[in-house]
Every structure is written in C-alpha cells, then in structure tokens.
C-alpha cells in the first residue's frame, strides 16, 4: 500500500504540466478589415479562427491572443500608437474587445451587435472605436472604450465592407453594396450623460457609379487628408473630395479588385490574379506593378531561382488579392491572397520590391495530420526527425519539417514551415477561397484528400480522397506511384500493419461500410474485402506480433470488430473473434503504447479502452469536460502516459491515460477539430482543423521551460517474452519504490534484476535471461547506484 501511494504521488508531479500554443499555421482572413499592421514595430496582425496571430516578418516569429468566448475573430484593427488591439467577432451576440498588445490581456469589451461585426477601427487620437455588424445587423456604434460605452449609432440599409477614420477624428467613412457613407462625430458633443445619441451620416455622390459595389476604402493621409480612396469590385480606384463628391477615377485594367491601402505616398490596390497596382494619391497617376506572388500548382520548395516563382508564364493562374495593409515606418506592404498565402513585400524602392516573408498555408478543411516516424535507421529515412503531414480539401497533401537540423534545439519547432506539396491530379481550382463566403459558415464542397497513413519503415505515404479514391505515394521522391479507385464513397482511415509481424499490409475504410486489405509487395493486390459493418466505418487499427495479427475497427453503426489473421489455401484471411455493439456510434480509435489495447471515442463523450486479444474492457472514463458535444477524435502519445481528445465543443481535452484525469482543456480553432497527431518526442500537439489552420501545442511542465510531454518514468512493456525497461532521467529518486513495486508485481526478486555493479548492466525476467540487444536502458548507470 505505501508503494501505491508513491506512484500516485509520482504520477501526480507528472501531469502538472501547461500547454502553450507555439504556432500557427493558417489565416482566416478575407479582406483587408482582417488584417492590420502595428506602425512602429512592423508586427502584422490577422485572425486564425479564434486566435489572433501577431507575426514579425522579419524574425518569422508568432504570438497569439486567445479569444476566451470561443468566437471566431472577424475583423481587427491596431491603435495608432500601436499599444491597443481591437477585435470583432462573429456569431451571436458578439463583442467589441479591446487587447493590450504588450501584455496579451482583454482590458475592455462592449456587446453592441446581434450577428457578428463586419469591421472596426480605432479614431487616429486613440479615444474612439467605431464597429460595422454584418448584413443582416446593419448597425454602425461609436465606442468610447476606455469609459465602456456606446455614445452613437444609427442604421445603414446595406452590406458594409469597410471602414476608415479621417486623420483629424472629425468623421468616418463606411462603403460598401452601393454605398459610401461620411459619419460626423460632432453630434456625440451634445449628448446627455450616459445616453447614446443617433449618429449623424451624409451620403457620398457617387453619380453614376451610384450602382457600385465598394469594396474597399481609406481615408487619405497628410495633404490629401481631405481626400477618400474607394475602390469598386469591378475594378475602379474612385477618388472622393472634401465635399463627398466622386470627382475622379481611374481604371485598373483587371478583371476584378477587392481591397486598398494609403499612405501619404501610394495608393495600393490589390486586384486579381495576384496584382498589385500603385498609384499616386495626388493626381491617381499609375506608379507601378508589384510582383505578383507564386502561380497556382507550383511547388515552391523547388524553385532555386526567383524565375521559378514569379516567372512570367502566360498559362499560368495566380491567386487573387484579398487584403492589404502598408506600414508607412518599415514600408513593407503585407498581402493576403485567396490561396491563404501571406506575402510581406519590402517597397522602400517602388521600382525593385523585394520579398521580406512568405508562408503559405491550405486553403480548404485540413482533414488528418501524419507525423513521420522515428526509424531504427536514420539513414533510410526519406524525411527529416519532427516532418509531418497535412492533407485538405484544396487536394494538396503537403509537407512540414523545420529548418533546424537538431532536434535538441529550442527552437526546432517555431521554425516550422511549409517546405513541399502534392497537387493531386494537378487540379488547381480548389485553391481559391471565395472571399463572398467568409461571412458566416465555412463551405466545404465534396472535394480534395480525406485521409493519411505513412507506412512503418517511413518509404510510403496512402491517401484516401472523398470520391473514395487510393492513392500510394512514394516519400523519398514525392511522386504517386498508384492509384486504386477503392470505393464508392469517401475513404474514412487508413491502416498499415506493423513491421513486427514480417507482413506489409494496408487497410481502407470507407463510408461505403467496406474494408478492403491490399498486400503492399504484391504491387497492392486486393487480400480481402470485409463487409462486417453497417454503416461507415471511421476507424481502423492493426496490432499484434509475427505470431498474430489482428485487426480492429469500429464504425457508426455501434459496433466494434475483433479480427485475427490466419493463413489458408488461398492466402492470407481476417476472421471474426470477437463483436462488441455499444449504445452510441463509435467515432475514433487509438492504440496504446504496447499495442495490446485500444481507446475508443465514442458519442456519448466517454472513452473506452479494450483489450484487442479478448475484446473485454479494460476501462471507461469521460472524454470531455463538458455536457454538449460528441467525441470525435482521440490519440495517445508515444509514450503511452496521455491521451488527447477532441470534441463537437471544439475544445480539446488531454488526459492522464491511467488515472483518466484531465490534466488541461485547450481551445483556438474556430471549427471541429478533425485531426491531432502527438510529435514522435512527445514534446507538441499538433491539431487541424476545418477553419483551414494546423496549431501546434508545446505541452510543458509547470513552471518550467517548456520541455514537452514527460515520458512515464518508469514503462514495462511483454512482448514476446522480452522484458523492456524504459527509464527516463528525470526523478530518479522517486522512482526506486516504484520501480521495486513493479519487481513484486512482476514476482522478480531484486538480485535477479541486478547482477552486475553498474557499467555492465544485465537485465532479467522469470523466465530466461536476456541479451543486451533485448532491451537498452536510458541513463542506467545513475540508476543502478541509486538502487544498489
């Protein structure tokens, strides 16, 4: 009993730990309302589902602002002395926030809309906000944010796209479907106290542009303060004078244009095809034309000269132009373009731009993350330590490893990057994201690649798409070496057998409630095709050793398969030995650390660990915090000691696997999380999302540095008849009663576990003794003295 005590006392130490989010990779920004720039330090700022972003181009590195509402951020905007941040948010009944940049803190918040908040900005003096709703709230409010409270509002009767205050704080401009509207702030003066007082609005004379859609817009700055820019989706850069009159407007010869940014010198007008064209605020004469970015399908890793990326291919498609915000200190002009890449071009000298930073991110739902895993033999490795995958609905599958070469190093993980891709079938159309979609609910049409597996020796990555398509690539070249149209209907998970068992076996599982196993030596020839299941099957797992194989699976028909291998006359066959059927479908499914038992989300929250040999369970315990929601996605870390889950809610919760106790609640995306991968060291998280971002979670002890996820500091693992000790150098003292606890339960006496003084430490189980390629020891030498 006093040894029991201690290992809850030493596992207690082991889950005090935090999380922190490391990095983003993703933007959901739409149009330049999203999207915004500090004007002394040069930071850029832009939403990622409920995460606010802040990047330094210069160093490529990211801090985050957490949205505690679990609303997705819509539209921000930074205070002119760049001190202040304020948000907007989608959803019902959203607020207006207010964030200390430095400190990372809400120091204000007002909810004045029903339906979301189209954009904000803060007057050029600091003292006011102003915050448009979405079309269907139409409601223009005036904040006093440091007193909290709304001091004007009134009606506008179309959809607002943008707005920008005029450098002396006299008045605002909102444009948008066939408006421009200037609002004067002169009436607040006269209000009573604590009353909010209609705000005053005069209409822009837009002549025959009266039927317009403005989707652009910003106020002039120095001596063309008195001036407003406009520009139109049919591609019009519009000049308004002090009078609210359209006097003036140019052309800018493309086929459409989306957003504008002005500084006392340019006027920067992004169009399509990945155009940028200047102009002078003055007399709107044309300055220049700024590189566009990379065309649609390359693959930027393998471009060794500029000519790859921005060489001019007259077939080429380019991404077209969302949002941009110009830094008059840096003059650096930041880009968002409908691909969700991010571009951040240095324009000190108009006629040779140069790139200051680059990131391209999907632009469709990332549906599954794979981690490359760690080989016995680093030399046949076709990827580099940490690399992992990322497949989405934009049918790219693209590939992430860092820039540092030592995987000891601090910073291995925040120098993450995009590095290659896989355009399947070389169809770009799903590149794009439409700008029209981004108020209110994501769309995601029945395209791209759903599922990812990468084989145990690191050579083959499977992919399932939605169209229920096969496909085998080879990682060492990146290239399809086969493609098998499986099914009917989307393929769901993807299953390779584990090296151990001398069989080189994959498994897809569709919606078509099918299972087909192909022999991956015989050129993926079909084994067998199992229709057990009901319904679509939505998980799928191999486990055994060279003596036995065995299959599980589980779907939504509530049902839970145990299949062994055996071998007959005709071949390989997966036979039925155990069936399970539980109350509530069945949505994940993960394996533990020795591979013995299986952990089962399941949609009445709970997960359910079974021994895969007999079938019976093992344990149940919640999966999830809270009341609502169903399980969708559940994983265990290498080690075996934590389990992540994620929910409907989208909060995802990790677990002490033994105890079942949650040891932290995580948040940010703005969607279901439909993917999460633990790092092969244990150290990050990693989670994507339908909101088109991938997260990376450092998991850190308490209080200190963050070094990750802890390995059980003391894990027995029996498999076929090998006694392996894993010890990891962290308390070594607290682990010598756990360690003799285990040496009683495993009936071993503690002369026949030492037999040696340390420097030549032999290993023993009850059965036969063990040579040292049986087993290897972390810092066992410290350990032996210790003990002896």
């Known amino acids: 009993r006093r040894c029991m005590f201690e290992t809850a006392s030493i596992r207690s130490r082991y889950t005090d730990f935090i999380v922190v989010l490391e990095k983003v990779l993703g933007i959901t920004a739409s149009s330049s309302s999203a999207l915004t720039c500090e004007p002394s330090t040069g930071l850029v700022a832009y939403p990622a589902g409920c995460v606010i972003v802040i ?25 002119q002395n ?6 907007g948010e989608s959803g019902h009944m959203p607020c207006v926030r207010v964030w200390d940049v430095a400190e990372r803190t809400q120091v204000a918040e007002v909810q004045c809309h029903k339906y979301g908040v189209a954009c904000v900005s803060f007057s050029p003096n600091g003292s006011y906000i102003v915050s448009v709703g979405y079309q269907h709230d139409r409601t223009v409010n005036v904040w006093e944010w440091k007193k909290g409270t709304v001091i004007a509002s009134n009606k506008v009767s179309s959809r607002v796209l943008a707005v920008s205050f005029s450098e002396d704080n006299s008045y605002f401009v909102t444009a948008g479907n066939r408006h421009v509207k200037f609002w004067y702030l002169d009436a607040s003066k006269e209000r009573r106290v604590n009353s909010t007082v209609p705000l005053i609005g005069r209409s822009g004379l837009l002549g025959e542009h009266q039927n317009s859609q403005f989707c652009g817009l910003a106020c002039g700055r120095g001596s063309m303060a008195s001036s407003t820019y406009c520009i139109t989706h049919t591609g019009l850069l519009c000049q308004f004078n002090s009078n609210r009159q ?9 086929t459409s244009a989306q957003c504008l940014s002005v500084s006392e010198t340019f006027v920067f007008c992004g169009c399509a095809d990945g155009t940028v064209r200047v102009f002078s605020p003055q007399d709107l004469r044309y300055i220049s034309t700024l590189h566009r970015p990379h065309c649609l399908g390359v693959d930027v890793s393998q471009g060794t000269q500029p000519g790859h990326l921005f060489g001019a291919n007259p077939e080429a498609q380019y991404p077209d132009t969302l949002a941009l915000t110009f830094d008059p200190v840096t003059r650096h002009l930041s880009c968002v373009y409908n691909d969700h890449s991010v571009y951040v071009w240095d324009v000190q000298d108009i006629r040779n731009v140069g790139k200051v930073y680059s990131a391209l991110y999907h632009s469709g739902c990332v549906w599954s993350v794979e981690t490359y895993p760690e080989l016995e033999d680093s030399s046949v490795a076709c990827l580099s330590p940490g690399s992992f995958l990322t497949c989405s609905s934009d049918n790219t599958i693209r590939l992430w490893k860092s820039e540092s070469t030592q995987s000891h190093a601090p910073d291995y993980w925040t120098k993450l990057s995009f590095t290659s891709d896989l355009y399947v079938d070389g169809d770009t159309q799903y590149l794009k994201a439409e700008a029209e979609k981004a108020e209110g609910a994501s769309q995601d049409g029945k395209s791209g690649i759903r599922v990812l597996e990468i084989s145990p020796d690191g050579q083959l990555l499977a992919a399932g798409d939605r169209s229920g398509n096969l496909r085998i690539f080879g990682l060492h070249f990146m290239d399809e070496l086969q493609k098998i149209e499986a099914h009917d209907s989307e393929v769901l998970c993807l299953a390779f057998s584990p090296t151990e068992t001398g069989l080189h076996l994959l498994a897809s599982a569709s919606r078509d409630r099918l299972i087909h196993i192909f022999d991956m030596e015989k050129k993926c020839n079909l084994v067998q095709t199992v229709y057990d299941h009901s319904a679509s099957i939505t998980a799928i797992k191999f486990t055994g050793l060279s003596s036995e194989l065995c299959m599980v699976s589980c779907g939504a028909d509530k049902s839970i398969y145990f299949r062994s291998a055996e071998k007959t006359s005709e071949g390989l066959s997966f036979s039925r030995s155990h069936h399970i059927v539980e109350k509530s479908t069945l949505y994940d499914m993960d394996l533990d650390a020795t591979r013995t038992h299986t952990a089962i989300a399941c949609q009445d929250r709970n997960i359910r660990v079974y021994n895969v040999q007999s079938g019976k369970m093992k344990k149940c315990f919640k999966g999830s915090l809270n009341d609502d929601g169903t399980l969708l996605k559940v994983q265990l870390d290498p080690s075996g000691m934590f389990l992540a889950t994620s929910c409907s809610d989208k909060n995802i919760c990790i677990f002490d696997y033994e105890s079942g106790e949650c040891v932290a609640t995580l948040f940010g995306h703005s969607e279901i999380v439909t993917g999460m991968k633990f790092s092969q060291d244990c150290r990050h998280l990693i989670t994507v999302s339908g909101d088109r971002k991938q997260s990376f979670l450092t998991l850190a002890k308490e209080n200190q540095s963050p070094l990750g996820l802890y390995r059980n500091p003391l894990t027995f693992f029996f498999t076929n008849h090998r006694f392996v000790l894993l010890i990891s ?6 682990c010598l009663e756990l360690l003799l606890f285990h040496v009683r339960q495993c009936r071993m006496r503690k002369a026949d576990l030492i037999r040696n003084l340390p420097g030549t430490a032999s290993v023993y189980n009850s059965e036969r003794k063990l040579d040292s390629s049986d ?6 030498n410290i350990f032996l003295t210790k003990m002896h």
């Not at 990211?62 to 951020?73: E, G, L, V, Y």
């Not at 150098?729 to 607290?734: G, T």
Request: charged residues 20%; contains cysteine.
């Open 55 to 79: 990047l330094s181009p210069k160093k490529n590195k990211q801090t985050h602002i957490f949205n505690t509402s679990r609303k997705t951020f819509s539209a921000l905007a930074f205070s």
């Open 82 to 87: 760049g001190k202040y941040l304020v948000t």
């Open 246 to 254: 359209l006097d003036s407007w140019v052309d800018l010869k493309t």
């Open 729 to 734: 150098d962290l308390c070594l003292d607290l």
């Open 775 to 780: 087993y290897y020891v972390l810092n066992m």
